[in-house]
Every structure is written in C-alpha cells, then in structure tokens.
C-alpha cells in the first residue's frame, strides 16, 4: 500500500545548541590569546630559530632511539614473560614491574646521578669516569627506553597471543624451532595487533622526552628555557615549543594511519580510508549510517 506521507527528518535541536555553545567557547579562547600580552612577533621570530630547531632535531633523535631501545626490549621480554623457563618469566614480571612503576622523571634523575653511587666504572681493561659516560643523552635514552619497553612489552605479549597457538604447533610439527616459528609465523601476524597501539606510545613517547630538559638534554623545551631565560619571554617561548609539538604529532598521527593500513591489508575488518576521510573521522567523528 502506497501512501503520501511525507518523511520528517528528526532534527536534533541539542545538538545545534550545543555545536553553537562550543564555537562561542572557542572563539572566546581565541579571542582572548589574540588581546592578551603575547608579542607574537616574539613567536615569528623565535619559531624557525636555529637553536629551536636543533632542539626539535635531538627530541626527534631521543625519541627514535628510545622506542627503538624499547621496542628490542619489549619483543625480548614479551617472549620471556611467554617462556616455559619460570625463570625468564620471573624475571621479565620483575622489569616490568620496576619500570612501570617508578615515574620516567625519577627515573631520569636517578641515572643522571648514577656517579653519585658508582664514580667509577671499572672494565677490567680499562676505567672511565661515570660522569663521562652518563652523559645526559645517555641518561635520557636509559630512563626512557628501559620505561617504554615495560610498557611494550605487555602490547607484544598481547599482540602474540592473538595469534592462535596451533600456529606454533604445526611450525614445530614442520620442524622449526620456537624461536623460529615466533619469528618467521607468529610475529608477523601478531604486528596488526601491535602497531596501532605502539604507534600511539611512540606519540606519547615525543611528548615526555620533554621530561629530558630536566637532566639537562638539550630537547626542544630545554632550548625555549634557555632563551625564555635570557629575553623573558616566556609564553611567547612556550607558544613556539608548543606548535613544534603539534605539527611533529600530526606528521606522526598520518604516518601511523598509513602504517596501520599497510599491516591491516587482507585483514577482514580492513578499511581504506583516504586522508580527508581520516582527517574528517579524527575531528568531527565516525559518520553514523542509516541502518546500522
């Protein structure tokens, strides 16, 4: 039976509040930065300054060691922590608990004043003085790489056991070893579980080797504090660092969705989104469908 009623969208009046109620919020916060005292020509001239960008250079550099450093950590102790040996699964529960739970800034502290205990370290063959070889890039790849393979190591070990073991089973059955299974079957299947999440510590990681300005690594914000000392301008600084780290994050926000992307091919729930589709996703929401 045909009929010509005619189809009411239902119109969601709270959502249109609310929407105009954040804009308004927004444009007061604007507004409010644009009128205050910030000498944004402090921020144009500091933004492409040379020792700024060095800064930016060694948190990039940090970074990138210490999730590489993390990352060894994490597949060695995620694997240990799945060992028959009780041994190896005593020890990698005790890493994961003293790095995990003792914060990274006391962390950093504590091996930047390691000379404190041991002035000396004493090879056999030869002798070098802790003061030389903590440097505070030393002391910054420890501090945070040994507190992110803690955490990497519990997204390894969930990553692997996604996979099902019969895997291992038949590898073994085949003849390999399990080592070799795990590195030849188990971990390549187990990456599409893994990445997503290490994409996002390597996100979070980028943001806490600000912690490093406190040993005296020359990062990004130890930079801006050195000039900020100097010339007093410190918001105008702190503007500056701030928008470094948000265009770097965003960088690696789209390099994780092409990563993603590229480990989820031939994967059942794989979906092939384009960049203004991630871009929409990310700032306005999944879109609902009729029907879903």
Known sequence: MVTNDKIIPLR???RWVSGILLIGLMGLIVNAFIVGQIDWSVVEEFFFSTALLKG????????ACSMLMGMALGVIFAIMRLSQNPVSRMFSGWYIWLFRGAPVYLQLLIWFNLALI???VNLGFAQYRMVDVMTPFMAALLGLGLNEGAYLTEIVRGGILSVDKGQIDAATSLGMTRLMAMRRIVLPQAMRVIVPPIGNEFIGLLKTSSMASAIAYTELLHKAQIIYFVNAKVMELLIVATGWYLIVVTILSVVQVGIERRFARGHAFATQRGFLETLRENTFGKRQRCGA
């Open 118 to 120: 041991f002035p000396v």
């Open 12 to 14: 969601h009046y709270g």
């Open 56 to 63: 930016l250079a060694n948190t990039i550099l940090i970074t």
